[in-house]
């Protein structure tokens, strides 16, 4: 075989493989790709868990106003649906629900809790709220988050 059909030979070779020469580069990238999804994969994971576990932690403070309060409170009957001051604890991650589930709407603060709905409200910081409340007694309802 001369020279001229070697060197021929040699330029099809890299023609047919133009990537052939940077092939040991590339097979170093596998490996380090293979790395990073996994160091994904782990982080994404371990996400996944701890938002399960703050997420399981949560309390809820549930209220009910059942059926016939408006009726009972427009007779003058006493109807004791809240405590006089609700506690709430943010190392719990309470939240506060109230279910209306009377006939007639109900104004917690500046909220208006139509019949049917839930109301849920979490707090983020520490305070003292003395909200308007038509069905609790004296018309005001304390909550104290802590």
């Known amino acids: 075989m001369n020279e001229g059909t070697r060197h021929r030979q040699e330029l099809s070779k890299q023609m047919a493989h133009p990537f052939q020469q940077r092939l040991p580069i590339i097979s170093r990238f596998p490996s380090r790709i293979v790395v990073l999804f996994v160091a994904i994969a782990m982080i994404a994971i371990g996400g996944s868990l701890l938002w399960q576990a703050t997420t399981n932690r949560q309390r809820q403070l549930v209220f009910e106003i059942p059926p016939g309060t408006a009726a009972r409170l427009a007779a003058g009957e006493e109807v004791t649906i809240f405590p006089s001051t609700i506690i709430i604890d943010l190392r719990q ?10 006939s007639a709407e109900v104004t917690i603060g ?9 109301f ?16 609790h007694q ?3 309802l304390r909550i104290e988050v802590r």
């Open 120 to 135: 849920v409200q979490r707090y983020w910081s520490p305070g003292v709220y003395e909200l308007i409340c038509s069905v």
């Open 110 to 118: 500046p909220f208006r809790i139509v019949p049917g709905q839930r």
């Open 93 to 102: 991650h309470d939240t506060l629900v109230i279910q209306n589930n009377d």
């Open 138 to 140: 004296g018309e005001q």
